[in-house]
């Protein structure tokens, strides 16, 4: 019963403070400095025999999103009948300015921000990200070349591992980059799609960021060339909605649980929203690292 109350008390927050706006053939969010949480929570019946992996897709959301949202859910076989969280609500990452694109490598997700008209609006996509020591860096970029059909030029260090790759894979199905490519100014590192969906929502390239086939085509249009790209790690984000505060904690191996009452603390300070805040409800959500936005006012 609470986790349905919890559900529906998210749904309504949100359904009444954004609009969804069709841009690029994707859903795109509107927001405000004091509302910043965008998407809404919702449920969904298995059918078909599907697996978490195939119904994240469905619902543009990484394979780790469904699976900490549902962690009592078999993945693999979660079993016709059963009712999914479909995690599609975010706390905007906490960045110095809410511009061109921004990724979270905590959340593996991308946030594309830009402006129509007067409203600021974000579109969001799920993301795979580098594996560990072959970690996606952090820090300020810029989009220096789009490229579509890429050429894969195999890396040494790849080949040394994969003797059999030739020194360059051209596009096709056999190209891990995908139809589109967007190139940072770290040269070294591309957005770009996978010939892999399953990777999506996991550690799994050399440090290059994945999106779905059919969501590299959605971003490559939105970007210009130029855009500035942010790459930040926010294990714990917070914000507010209709004058209500939310927590998102995503697991991250390297803290512990009073490292993340500390960040959010900090936050929570920072964005004036302590005051009001129910300490049992931070703790329980800090405990639980679902992934998604969940309110702690008191």
Known sequence: ?????????????????????????????????????????????????????????????????????????????????????????????????????????????????????????????????????????????????????????????????????PAVVPPGPNNPLGSHALRLSLRSYLIHGTNRPWAVGRRASHGCIRLFPEDIPKLYKLTPNGSKVTIVKQPVKVGAISNKVFIEVHKDDYHQNEKYSKMAVKLLKRKNLLEGVNTEKLHAAIKEKKGVPVEISD
């Not at 969010?29 to 059918?47: D, F």
């Not at 979270?104 to 409203?119: C, I, T």
């Open 1 to 165: 019963m609470k986790n349905r109350l919890f559900l529906t008390a998210i749904f309504g927050f949100n359904f009444l403070a954004f609009w969804i706006i069709p841009s690029a053939d994707s859903a795109s969010y509107i927001y405000t400095k004091n509302n910043t949480v965008v998407g809404s929570l919702k449920t969904y019946t298995v059918k078909n025999d599907a697996s978490l992996i195939e119904i994240a897709r469905k619902f543009k959301l990484g394979y780790n999103e469904i699976a900490d949202a549902n962690p009592d859910i078999d993945p693999f076989v979660p079993g016709n009948g059963t009712l999914v969280t479909i995690p599609s609500s975010w706390i905007l990452p906490d960045v110095k300015s809410h511009e061109g694109i921004v990724i979270n490598l905590s959340e593996m997700r991308l946030y594309y921000f830009f402006r129509r008209a007067s409203s600021k609006l974000v579109v969001t996509f799920p993301v795979g990200i580098g594996s560990e020591g072959n970690d996606t860096p952090t820090g300020e970029f810029k989009i220096v070349e789009k490229i579509v059909k890429p050429s894969w030029s195999v890396p040494e260090s790849i080949r040394k591992e994969k003797p059999n790759l």
